[in-house]
């Protein structure tokens, strides 16, 4: 079983979040999205496990199918 409770960012996830709010400053919502697909698709190719994207997909759209 693929564990993505654990926090692996600590304090730099905040660091994070407020980086990717600028990023979308400005944006369209269509801009918005495509910057998002975009930043999925690096991060899937950095992570490299088709099971573990499997699993984070399915985690991610638990809170659309409750």
């Not at 709010?21 to 930043?39: I, T, V």
């Not at 991060?43 to 759209?61: F, I, T």
Request: net charge negative; hydrophobic share 45%; proline share 2%.
């Amino acid at each position: 079983m693929i564990d993505l409770g654990r926090d692996h960012l600590g304090a730099d996830g905040d660091v994070f979040y407020a980086a990717l709010l600028k990023a979308h400053e400005g944006f369209s919502p269509e801009d918005s999205a495509r910057l998002n697909a975009r930043l999925v698709l690096i991060l899937a190719n950095q992570v490299g496990d088709r099971e573990v994207l499997q699993a984070a997909l399915e985690k991610a759209m638990e809170r659309f199918h409750s």
